[in-house]
């Protein structure tokens, strides 16, 4: 619980820092991209492009998180299912001994 929360702190501290860099900057400037080119204001080009960022990073991990997660229960399964073979194994053996 203690770790969302430090992980919730984190991220408002953040965005908060971006805020306050953006606030300052209220300049116009010609933001050119490869169709088109735009004048916007450099705090909300700030804004934007720092929201993009945070999505794309929240993505990225999401992504390995879930690959990890998947990896996770597939050798979960196999440990159980190798945990199965050897007490087949070890009561038959027994079995065995005591015939």
Sequence with gaps: ???YI???VLVLAIVLVAITIGANNDQVI???YMIA???VQLSTLVAILFGLGLILGWLITGIF???L???NMSLARQVKRQTLQI???TTASRDK???
Aim: hydrophobic residues 40%.
């Design 1 to 3: 619980m203690i770790k």
């Design 6 to 8: 430090l992980g919730f």
């Design 30 to 32: 010609t933001f050119n």
């Design 37 to 39: 080119k735009s004048d």
């Design 65 to 67: 998180y879930l690959k």
């Design 69 to 71: 997660k998947f990896q």
């Design 87 to 89: 007490n087949e194994l």
């Design 97 to 99: 001994a005591t015939q």
